[in-house]
């Protein structure tokens, strides 16, 4: 594993306790960082807390709910002072159906959990960073959010929206220290595979040229770097991790 220097950073990991969150919250505490996880789940938080040692605490949050959403970063300002890293991963998928057959419920909780609460995120976080004249925003899109899946529009839907926002959100802070990126990886088989249906995944993987799903320690490893000082001229930019499907 390459070093990258996160040494004295404080990281909030959004989905952090299980997947591609808690790969990206390893990567960061093996490269010097105290990290936040948040995540709705108690009880994998509780296991993956354990599992990161002393440089990881961990906080039930549900990123949809504005409210909570600022108690937990005026909780990590009081105890830590600052947030440096920003990691907004936390998705669902929402199931798979033609567009007409999506229920109006479940698209609407795609888009709140994969768009809206990245949002709430850096509403509640970027004031911060911008007092401090220093951040990092790590956004977790999708190639879908370039492509658009069939059977997954919400999905699609929101990785889109997600890369916009990261694009506008970087322009916005450009001259103020913090920088905003998004990875677009393919699909990774974590728990969020459950949500997906068999054909939907074999789908997936016939996209890659690669013939393999990505893991999520080479997301991470990604990530790592756009966390870190080394990124200093990278920002409104979408990485791709597709194994060959991206064409643009």
């Not at 004295?8 to 591609?20: D, E, F, K, L, R």
């Not at 005026?74 to 669902?92: F, P, S, T, Y």
């Not at 419920?105 to 850096?122: E, H, K, Q």
């Not at 220093?134 to 492509?147: C, D, L, M, P, W």
Request: proline share 4%.
């Amino acid at each position: 594993m390459n070093q990258i220097d996160l040494k004295g950073c404080i990281a909030v990991v959004t989905g952090g306790a299980q997947g591609i969150g808690f790969a990206v919250a390893e990567r960061f505490v093996a490269s010097g960082a105290k990290v936040m996880l948040w995540d709705v789940d108690a009880p994998l938080l509780a296991q993956a807390q354990t599992r990161l040692g002393t440089a990881a605490s961990a906080a039930q949050v549900e990123l949809t709910d504005e409210r909570a959403v600022n108690a937990a970063t005026q909780a990590v300002l009081e105890a830590q002072g600052r947030i440096d890293i920003l990691v907004n991963n936390a998705g669902i998928t929402g199931g798979n159906a033609p567009t007409w057959e999506l229920e109006p419920g479940a698209w609407r909780r795609t888009i709140d959990v994969n768009l809206v609460a990245p949002y709430l995120t850096c509403h509640a976080i970027v004031p911060a960073m911008i007092k401090a004249g220093y951040g990092r925003i790590v956004n977790v899109a999708s190639v879908a959010g370039k492509e658009g899946n069939p059977n997954a529009s919400h999905y699609s839907a929101s990785k889109a929206g997600l890369i916009a926002l990261t694009k506008s959100l970087a322009k916005e802070l450009a001259t103020k220290g913090i920088l905003v990126n998004a990875v677009s990886p393919a699909a990774a088989r974590t728990a969020i595979f459950d949500q997906m249906t068999q054909q939907h995944i074999d789908y997936m993987l016939a996209k890659i040229p690669m013939g393999r799903f990505v893991e999520p320690r080479e997301i991470a490893a990604a990530i790592a770097w756009l966390a870190s000082e080394d990124c200093s001229f990278t920002t409104g930019s979408v990485l791709d991790l597709s194994g060959g499907r991206a064409t643009y």
